[in-house]
């Protein structure tokens, strides 16, 4: 996160995220509704999973329940209580994309294995 944040995914990011979800829009409701409906404490992640040369949406809980091997996060939102404040969870995930650092999600997934292979074009 950092202050005036936000705004669009730069562009090889938004390259991923549309072609995996469509449209950067199509990708927020999803990703929203995940750490929304994270059951307990836990957080919304979105993972670039090498192996599969693709994004992937995920959820996850009190630190090693629904893991999965192999993803490297690239966005993550922590929806843990400590977060925000009087249970007002939608209020912090729906604020949250306004500090969103996407110049450090980029520099993550760019440095992520296998991310360079153009789209469509999969081992």
């Known amino acids: 996160m950092i202050p005036r944040g936000g705004g669009e995914p730069c562009p090889f990011t938004r390259k991923y995220i549309t072609g995996y979800f469509d449209s950067c ?15 307990g404490s836990g957080w919304a992640v979105l993972v670039w999973h090498p192996a599969w040369y693709r ?6 809980e009190k630190h090693q329940n629904l ?11 922590d ?9 007002r969870r939608r209020d912090y995930i729906d604020a ?4 969103v650092n996407w110049h450090k999600v980029e520099r993550r997934l760019e440095s992520a294995p296998q ?9």
């Not at 990708?27 to 409906?37: D, G, L, N, R, V």
């Not at 994004?55 to 996850?60: G, K, R």
């Not at 929806?79 to 009087?86: D, I, L, M």
């Open 96 to 99: 949250w994309w306004q500090v």
């Open 67 to 77: 893991t999965q091997w192999g993803g490297i996060p690239i966005l993550v939102l």
């Open 25 to 39: 829009s199509a990708f927020k409701e999803p990703f929203s509704a995940a750490a929304t409906q994270v059951e």
């Open 115 to 123: 991310a360079q292979i153009p789209l469509g074009e999969e081992k």
């Open 79 to 87: 929806v843990w209580e400590h977060a925000y404040y009087q249970n």
């Open 55 to 60: 994004l992937e949406l995920l959820t996850a």
